[in-house]
C-alpha cells in the first residue's frame, strides 16, 4: 500500500473546565484514589455546554490551518472523524464548516464513524481519496465530548472520559515508504462497548428515565481487554510484515484508552516504553480525539519523514494499526 499524503499542520484543544481524579472520587462517594487507580486519569476537561464544543472544533480547525499556513480557500474536503455527534443529521462536517464561516462554503463536507478510531479510519478513507485525485488537500477533525453521555453508576467507564479536540491538515503527495493501514471487526464483540439508545432501535421520543442507561455510555472492560489480547497480535504483526517495520524503531501512538489497558497492551506487544507515547493522566480518554491529539504532540518532536505506528481499540469489537510516515 502507498502513502497518498503528508500532515502539513496540526492543533489540538482542551476545554476550559479541568476535574482532578480526587474530585470524582469525592463527587461519587469512592474511595480516595480509586479513579486514579482504576483508570489511570488524574484530570480531565470537560466543556461546558454545545457552545464551548462548538468552539473548540473551530479553534482547532483555524489554528491547524494556520500551523499548515493555508486559508480555507485551500482546502477542498472537510472531514469529520467524530464520534460524538451534534445532532442525527446532517452530518457533523456541515456543521463544522457552518461555524467556519463564509469562507468555508460549498467544500465537500463527510462524517467517517468508527468510535474511538475514527481518525486512523478517515486517514485511510483520505488516502484513498488522495490516491484517485478526488482531492489535495482535507481538514480533518474530532471533536469529542464524551462527559455527556457517560453512565456515572459505572465510575470504571465514567471516569475515565474526558473531553477535547484535534485537527489537521492534510496534503496529497506521493511517497515510496512503506505504509500500512489494517481494520478489523468482530461483531461478536459488539455488545461490549455501546449505548443502546439514541437510534431507529431505541429512538429518543420513547425515553422514559426508568430506561435511561440505555442511553449511556456502556462498557465490560474487562470482555474488551480479554478479546484484545485475543486478537490485536496477529493484526499488528500483519502491519509489522507488511512494510517491514520494528517496533524498536517506530513512535507508537495508541488509543488512549484507560491507564491499565495501555500498561496491558505495552507489555502484551513488548512495546518499547520511551516510544510508546502516553498522556491519558493528564487527559482522560478522548474517544477518537486521543489519537490525534497526542500524535500533534509526537510529531511536533519528530523529523519530518519519521515512522509512526497508530493503534488501538474501539467499539464494534473494532481493531487497528496505521504505519505511516509523518
Known sequence: MKQHFI???????????????????????????????HTGVLTRHQAAGPEEAERLAREVCFAALMDAKQTLADIDLIVDASLCVQQPIPCNAALIQKTLGAEARGIPCLDVHASCLGFVTALNVVNGLFATGAAKRALLVCAETPLVGVNWDEPESACLMGDGAAAY????????????????????????????????????????????????????????????????????????????GRLDQLDIVPHQASGPALEFMRRRLALPEDRFHVSIAEHG??????????????????????????????????????????
Open 7 to 37: 500532515i502539513i499542520g496540526s492543533a489540538r484543544a482542551l476545554p476550559a473546565r479541568k476535574i482532578s481524579a480526587s474530585e470524582l472520587d469525592h463527587r461519587l462517594g469512592l474511595d480516595p484514589g480509586w479513579t486514579a487507580k
Open 169 to 244: 491538515i492534510l496534503e496529497a503527495a506521493s511517497r515510496d515508504n512503506p505504509c500500512s493501514f489494517r481494520l478489523e471487526t468482530y461483531a461478536e464483540g459488539s455488545r461490549l462497548c455501546e449505548v443502546r439508545g439514541g437510534g431507529h432501535r431505541l429512538p429518543p421520543m420513547v425515553y422514559q428515565e426508568a430506561h435511561r442507561r440505555a442511553y449511556q455510555f456502556h462498557m465490560d472492560g474487562k470482555a474488551v481487554h480479554k478479546l484484545a489480547s485475543q486478537l490485536f497480535p496477529p493484526l499488528l504483526a500483519k502491519v509489522l510484515a507488511e512494510t517491514g
Open 285 to 326: 480518554n478522548m474517544v477518537a480525539a486521543s489519537i490525534p491529539y497526542v500524535l500533534d504532540a509526537v510529531r511536533r518532536r519528530l523529523p519530518t519523514g519519521s515512522p509512526v505506528l497508530l493503534l488501538g481499540t474501539a467499539a464494534g469489537y473494532t481493531q487497528a494499526a496505521a504505519l505511516f510516515q509523518i
